[in-house]
């Protein structure tokens, strides 16, 4: 029978095979010789401390013992001349909705506004180099959702909704490293995110499924109170036994799609913000406790949260060693976001710091009008292409002056690429959202002792942390609970955050629509 262990081993031993050979074999009383086979299940790094620790868990097998695998099955059938369902949006919450669909013997209809990745990454760049902005393919439209160019963070806080490894080993499967299967803050970057998503388009097209990219969704179809389909904006139509609604967050004219038809939507919490940028170097230096990071530590990351005035202040999509990115999705408007390659390795650490956005926080919030929040939203994003000069250009400001109130007549460099516009972003940003934010990098620095400096600087505005609106659904049969046979899914329609829940929601929401026709 296989051994449970648990080390405790410098950086340097715990990356090296021998060392942890040695370690167990220590632990269990053998010879290093007799530990045939090991397998990492967990690993966690412990720096609070000078003395940098990391935590391994581990199983071993001894002598000629078999390795077994924990690992779930997916078994895909042929769905080519199956019943057909509807997928509105290809990203993580689309895609394994697709995926599971194909395993329970229905065909999936995947429907992409935007571009497959290839040509994704061309309009990405024009918008990056060039401030042309595609409409329907961008950082937040496209093959693989928002997620595709981003860090590829697979953490989760959403463990009770369904089978987290299930996720985790199929992205495995579809040739993300086997480290994500035991990282506690598993991750795959960016440069190797689109790749897997490719290798899974093939896996829903080699099984019968289809995929249709440039195609915009305009209207849900209905036949006898239920949805039947979608028509697309070139006039042409998808029957379907039933629509899944995986949108993504930033579908804004889908949101309007579904008011106009009368199908309910609402306001919800959400929250908004900027994001900071620290050099890399820096928040290493204070995440080690001074000590230079060697080549078995990864770029230092934190997770920072903070309550000003009754609403919560916190990092969001923290990216070690990443960039910054225009994720704007309308001319006019200037979103920031950010991401990180899996080697983490750019001279710059950025993460969004954002405020709790409430209802009654939103000005003029109109409660008969679910875009009250998306309409806030617009308007600050509209705000920060004002104050930003041109194009997609970014207003920043030096952290410290930002607390202080003080102008920055001069900024670090930056890693966002289409360029920044010294501003006073605490006297244009809403109140509520300046002075919280102010506050909380006051505790912020407090917590992390370099962490405010004029050596970091904030860019505005971080606004697409979640969907201001949610569409609901029925908590049995979780469709819609206006209209049969429309299931809302994912970050877009309120109930996930990130790649894991979205993808974890899609699986939930595929298994609803199998029992729904059954």
Avoid at 98 to 115: D, M, Q, S, T, V
Avoid at 184 to 203: D, F, S, Y
Avoid at 279 to 299: T, W
Wanted: include cysteine; aromatic fraction near 6%.
């Amino acid at each position: 029978m296989p051994v449970d262990v648990n080390l405790v081993l410098s950086p340097a031993d715990a990356a090296n095979e021998q060392q942890v050979k040695r370690a167990l074999a220590k632990q269990l009383g053998l010879k290093p010789e007799q530990v045939s086979k090991y397998v990492i299940t967990r690993k966690s790094i412990d720096a609070r401390r000078g003395n940098i620790k990391v935590n391994l868990g581990v199983r071993v097998f001894k002598g000629a013992e078999q390795v077994k695998s924990n690992a779930p099955t997916f078994r895909y059938l042929n769905v080519t001349w199956s019943t057909p369902v509807a997928i509105v949006g290809a990203g993580p919450a689309g895609l394994f909705a697709a995926l599971r669909l194909i395993e329970l013997g229905y065909k999936p209809i995947l429907i992409e506004r935007g571009n497959a990745v290839s040509d994704r990454k061309r309009d990405i760049a024009k918008l990056s180099r060039e401030h042309n902005l595609n409409l329907d393919s961008n950082y937040a439209f496209g093959e693989g959702g928002a997620g595709t160019f981003s860090d590829g963070k697979l953490y989760t806080r959403s463990k009770k909704r369904g089978d987290l490894s299930r996720i985790l080993y199929n992205l495995h499967l579809h040739g993300a490293n086997e480290n994500i299967l035991y990282e506690a803050h598993p991750h795959i970057g960016t440069n190797k995110l689109p790749g897997i998503i490719v290798n899974i388009r093939e896996t829903i097209i080699a099984n019968g499924g289809e995929v249709h990219f440039g195609k915009r969704v305009s209207r849900i179809l209905t036949s006898n109170g239920k949805a039947s389909g979608v028509e697309l904006a070139d006039g042409s139509t998808i029957d379907a036994a039933a629509v899944i609604l995986a949108t993504g967050h930033s579908a804004r004219d889908i949101y309007t799609m579904l008011v106009e038809q009368g199908i309910l939507i609402e306001a919800k919490p959400f929250a908004m913000g900027v994001r900071v940028e620290h050099p890399q170097e820096l928040i290493d230096s204070i995440q080690y406790h001074g000590a230079k990071r060697n080549d078995f530590l990864p770029a230092a990351s934190y997770s920072l949260v903070h309550q000003v005035e009754g609403r919560g202040v916190y990092s969001f999509c923290m990216c070690p060693g990443g960039f910054i990115v225009p994720a704007a999705t309308e001319d006019g408007e200037v979103v920031v976001n950010g991401m990180s390659p899996s080697l983490r390795n750019s001279r710059f650490a950025n993460s969004g710091m954002v405020v709790e956005i409430r209802l009654e926080d939103i000005p003029n919030f109109d409660p008969k009008n679910p875009l009250s929040g998306l309409n806030y939203q617009r308007w600050l994003e509209e705000q920060a292409a004002i104050h930003g000069g041109k194009g997609f250009t970014a207003p920043a400001q030096r952290l410290a002056d930002f607390v202080q109130g003080k102008s920055s007549s001069l900024l670090p460099k930056c890693s966002y690429h289409p360029g920044t516009n010294p501003s006073d972003l605490h006297k244009w940003l809403p109140a509520d959202i300046a002075t919280r934010l102010q506050q909380g990098f006051k505790e912020f620095g407090r917590k992390m002792n370099g962490f405010l400096t004029n050596e970091a600087q904030i860019l505005g505005v971080e606004s697409r942390t979640s969907s201001p609106v949610r569409i609901p659904r029925d908590p049995e049969t979780l469709q819609h609970v206006q209209l049969n046979g429309l299931f809302p899914c994912g970050e877009g329609a309120g109930y996930a955050g990130g790649i894991v829940s979205s993808a974890v929601d899609g699986e939930l929401i595929a298994e609803s629509v199998a029992r729904y026709l059954k």
